[in-house]
């Protein structure tokens, strides 16, 4: 279970009369579902993401994923916690290039702990589970739908808990966005915690939670089933 | 955790940059690592030349003109020892030998030395072919002179191989010096009679008498340009020095004057060395700007690195390895790029001067590489921090 209580975020240089970006009294992600953040462009939801995802430290207040306090962590610590613990689909896939898929998705191997071997044998099954064949060319040439899905054969790499997606089907055609969607359902049926930021009808459709955001705040203070 | 894989990923994205950022880095190092070695080289060789040329005796002038014609056969207009004094030397107890040695001739544009046999003995030990001048119409060649055996040369006024300035009778080739990586190599030798009977003068020997070599008789001798003596004993060397530094004469260790003129040149290279040097530390300044500049452009990357897991201290680690590479890769290719050059300049002034030009790649080049590189290490930490200190998530996207 992912906790946030009493989260307030600015940005620096914000004055303190000024409205917090995040102003968020309390949200539950709950594993075993997908969860969807919408609302409108500057609500804050991609800053509410970071800071879930520990890449971001709050102003104020907690972010508790199993009784640890990810907010009071250092950032080497927050760093590696969200290396055992999440992953992340990003808009525009953000893969390197010049790398071939299976490249892509053992990319994180050299600063984890795991062995080469085993991330290497892990991150050709997931390419497998999603469809996309490993071959010795630029990941860059294979079509939007392959590389998001290289993307989420490389968020899954480390088996994380959690999924992070920020607009994961904003590039992505509706045959593609549709085949993400059931595979963040098929995921989250798996038991992890799926958070996507989107605007996308498709994916708040598939969503068993919505949170709502406007101004840095859940609209009227409940996350929406 | 191990930044290779993604210095390389990154390195393989901007090859062109990069690669002309490493041809600047080998460059510039490239030409300090020349200009220490071929000095070097350049040192090393003409002291080797001269090792055979223990003292030299000369009429009074420049020492310099003195080691330049008889050491280097670069034949200067000097004043003459007189056939006495040759005679006198000659005859020294703490001497092996004394060899006359004239010059002035050239044939086929290589300078014709006038000696005796001995002298060429001393110089190339066994000939590589044929055999020793015996007669004064007789020559034998350095290694590197393209003629044959069995040929036959004019002798013609020096840097004149025009038919009138030829001198009447010719000589032939009989037999070719061992290399004695010296400006020798490039030198046509005849007996030292061959020159003075050339230019209508007496020819050390009783008139009728058609032998060469020592001992000359005083009253037939025309004199000569420098005698290279070769003395018993170290002693011996520096008392013959003494005996004949006199108003008709000059006595000289060509070593010592190389050293004067080493001396000299050591002004030379110390600002040559300090030009690379700066010039090394410029083009390595100039090309961190552009790295920074290629490292803003990966910091969308370094984002997702640190979305995924990477720790600050590996993206800082990544940066930092990415610059020393390159300045790593340019140091090296520079050090074979100059070395590479620095062997092509000897070989081209060994087949000019006959001077072998020995080029090593010693401790002062190792130690500029090595400070290229510390300091290429210590400035790629500008960069570094820089990526370090900056926040990733604006470049999420």
Excluded at chain 1, 64 to 70: K, Q
Excluded at chain 1, 94 to 113: I, K, Q, R
Excluded at chain 1, 115 to 141: C, H, Q, S, W
Aim: hydrophobic share 50%; aromatic share 8%.
């Amino acid at each position: 279970m992912l906790d946030l209580l009493g989260l307030e975020h600015r940005f620096s240089g914000q004055s303190a009369g000024a409205q917090p970006a995040l102003d968020i009294a309390s949200l539950t992600i709950t594993p075993g579902r997908l969860t969807v953040i919408r609302g409108p462009s500057g609500s804050g939801k991609t800053t509410l993401l970071y800071v879930l995802s520990g890449l971001i430290k709050p102003s104020a207040g907690q972010v508790r994923w199993s009784g640890l306090d990810i907010a009071a962590l250092g950032e080497t610590e927050r760093d590696r916690w969200r290396r055992r613990n999440a992953g992340f689909v990003f808009q525009s896939f953000n893969l390197m290039e010049e790398l071939n898929p299976l490249g892509n998705v053992t990319l994180a191997a050299y600063f984890s702990a795991w062995t080469d071997r085993t991330v290497r044998k892990r991150a050709i099954a997931l390419l497998e589970r999603f469809g996309i064949a490993n071959e010795p060319r630029r990941v860059d040439t294979y079509s939007q739908g392959e590389q998001q899905r290289v993307a989420l054969a490389r968020a899954l790499v480390f088996d994380p808990p959690i999924l992070f997606a920020d607009e994961p089907t904003a590039s992505l055609d509706a045959g593609n966005s549709i085949q993400l969607c059931d595979d963040f359902k098929r995921l989250a049926s798996e038991g992890r915690a799926i958070v996507a930021v989107s605007h996308d009808p498709l994916l708040i459709a598939a969503a068993d939670s919505v949170v709502a955001l406007d101004h840095g705040r859940i609209g009227d203070g409940k996350t929406l089933s | 955790m191990n930044p290779f894989p993604v210095v390389l990923s990154l390195l393989n994205r901007n090859r062109l940059t990069l690669a002309f950022f490493v041809m600047l880095i080998t460059f510039a190092v490239g030409l300090g690592i020349a200009i220490t070695t071929q000095e070097r080289a350049v040192r090393q060789g003409s002291a080797r030349a001269a090792d055979k040329f223990d003292l030299v005796v000369g009429s009074p002038g420049s020492p310099f003109d003195l080691v330049l014609a008889s050491v280097f056969a670069r034949p200067a207009a000097m004043g003459l020892v007189d056939g006495d004094t040759l005679v006198r030397l000659m005859a020294e107890e703490s001497v092996n030998f004394a060899a006359p040695i004239a010059f002035g001739d050239s044939a086929n544009g290589f300078p014709i030395m006038g000696t005796t046999a001995q002298f060429v003995g001393h110089l190339s030990g066994e000939l590589s072919e044929g055999r020793m001048f015996a007669a004064p119409a007789e020559a034998v060649l350095g290694a590197n002179v393209p003629m044959r055996l069995g040929e036959r040369l004019y002798a013609a006024h020096d840097g004149f191989d025009l038919a009138e300035m030829l001198h009447e009778d010719t000589v032939e080739v009989v037999g070719r010096m061992t290399r004695t990586h010296s400006a020798w190599d490039n030198v046509v030798v005849v007996p030292v009679e061959q020159v003075w009977i050339n230019h209508g003068l007496p020819s050390g020997h009783a008139e009728g008498e058609d032998r060469i070599g020592p001992p000359f008789l005083a009253e037939a001798l025309p004199g000569v340009p420098a005698v290279v003596v070769k003395p018993a004993t170290v002693p011996a060397a520096y008392g013959l020095r003494n005996a004949y530094r006199t108003d008709r004469t000059q006595a000289i260790f060509p070593a010592e004057i190389l050293v004067q003129l080493y001396a000299l040149l050591g002004d030379a290279r110390a600002i040559m060395s300090f030009l690379a040097l700066a010039t090394q530390i410029l083009v390595v300044a100039a090309i961190l700007s552009g790295v920074v500049i290629i490292l803003q452009l990966y910091r969308s990357r370094f984002a997702i690195l640190r979305a995924l897991g990477a720790t600050s201290g590996y993206i800082f680690l990544v940066a930092w390895s990415y610059v020393t590479l390159l300045i790593l890769i340019g140091a090296l290719l520079g050090l074979a790029l100059g070395a590479g050059a620095s062997w092509a300049v000897s070989g081209y002034l060994e087949a000019q001067s006959g001077i072998a030009i020995p080029v090593t790649i010693g401790w002062p080049e190792i130690q500029l590489i090595l400070m290229l590189i510390g300091a290429g290490a210590i400035l790629a930490l500008l960069p570094a921090i820089a990526i370090y200190r900056q926040p990733m998530v604006d470049c999420l996207r």
